[in-house]
């Protein structure tokens, strides 16, 4: 079991970054797998970026060359760095860990505008 939440959200212009942390409640050392998903009003909940155990990294198309996702073992902490950023990037994010099921945090807003 895993308590996540998210922080860094906000307003920012097209063109601008943001950085989006996500805290563990207890080592993520051993989770196979975490990530970012987002949701924007009226579509799906879609996967953004994840990062397995061994480094590994999946994007989704849309962000690819704009996201990075980074994961901190020591601070049990994972990371999503924005940029370059879109008004099709406005959506609630969510950080997520995989253990025997998905784990979700209570999400952030990100709101880009034009």
């Known amino acids: 079991q895993v308590q996540l939440v998210e922080s860094g959200g906000g307003l920012v212009q097209a063109g601008g970054s943001l950085r989006l942390s996500c805290a563990a409640s207890?080592?993520?050392?051993?989770?196979?797998?975490m990530g970012w998903y987002r949701q924007a009003p009226g579509k799906q909940r879609e996967l953004v970026a994840t990062?397995?155990?061994?480094?590994?990294?999946t994007y989704a198309d849309s962000v690819k060359g704009r996201f990075t996702i980074s994961r901190d073992n020591a601070k049990n902490a994972v990371y999503l760095q924005m940029n370059s950023l879109k008004p099709e990037d406005t959506a609630v994010y969510y950080c997520?860990?995989?253990?025997?099921?998905?784990?979700w945090g209570q999400g952030t807003q990100v709101t880009v505008s034009s």
């Open positions: 990062m397995a155990r061994s480094g590994s990294t």
């Open positions: 207890r080592s993520i050392f051993s989770i196979n797998a």
């Open positions: 997520n860990a995989a253990l025997n099921r998905n784990y």
